[in-house]
């Protein structure tokens, strides 16, 4: 069953503490992307990637770090400098020479 | 900076009518605007494209068109159904000489279908 997954679909963190979002996929897809999307507002792109081992950053990456040792994973970590994390993220991702992004089902993260 | 501009915001309609959804861009070199559903909870769900080589695409009930000269582009869904109820993003991106492909989105119009 191919597709992209993120786990968990919700996520619960005391404030201060750094916390990792998972984002797989196994549709032999290059690009991977995270956004970010809040209530009334459209996604914001937090970090991309093309290739493994290698990363950029999209407008809203302060606060959040990334990884990509594997094709099929895109781990995002939101770190304590993230001045406010509550929002419901979501991981993309693009198969090659083709420009359409295909989204996971997202991960709802929410501090205390 | 780029941006895109979506309205309405919210949009209601009697089942069976027609809803159209549109966008405006700022950067005259996008060349792909794709369209998203987003179902509450879930991720959003690409239900069709158009690249700028052509002025109108269509799939069943859901047609785009894309004007750019004046840089917008509209989502038409025709005969509207309770489960087209949902929150329907814009984007556009630039491609070429292998850019990545970075979607600039909309803030979304919320459409309910009324039975």
């Known amino acids: 069953d191919g597709g992209i997954t993120q786990s968990p679909k919700y996520l619960f963190r005391k404030e201060g503490q750094n916390v990792t979002l998972s984002c797989e996929q196994n549709?032999?897809?290059?690009?991977m992307y995270w956004y970010r999307q809040d209530p009334g507002q459209g996604l914001r792109l937090i970090y991309y990637?093309?290739?493994?081992?290698?990363?950029q950053k999209g407008d809203i990456a302060e606060g959040y770090s990334v990884s990509r040792e594997k094709k099929e994973s895109f781990p995002l970590t939101v770190t304590s400098a993230q001045k406010n994390p509550t929002a419901f993220y979501l991981c993309a991702s693009s198969p090659p020479g083709i420009d359409t992004q295909y989204f996971g089902p997202g991960t709802r993260l929410t501090v205390l | 900076g780029e941006n895109v501009e979506q309205h309405p915001s919210t949009l209601s309609v009697q089942e069976g009518d027609s809803a159209v959804i549109k966008c405006t861009y700022s950067?005259?070199?996008?060349?792909?605007f794709p369209w998203y559903k987003q179902e509450l909870g879930k991720g959003p769900q690409l239900i069709i494209d158009?690249?700028?080589?052509?002025g109108e695409k269509k799939d069943q009930r859901i047609a785009v068109t894309l004007n750019k000269t004046a840089k917008h582009f509209s989502l038409h869904i025709t005969e509207t159904q309770p489960e087209d109820s949902a929150v329907y993003f814009c984007?556009?991106?630039?491609?070429?000489?292998?850019?990545?492909?970075?979607?600039?989105f909309g803030t979304g119009t919320l459409l309910a279908v009324q039975p």
């Open positions: 984007a556009a991106s630039r491609l070429g000489g292998g850019a990545t492909n970075k979607l600039i």
């Open positions: 549709l032999n897809h290059d690009a």
């Open positions: 990637s093309q290739i493994v081992n290698d990363f």
């Open positions: 158009i690249r700028s080589n052509v």
């Open positions: 950067d005259s070199a996008s060349n792909y």
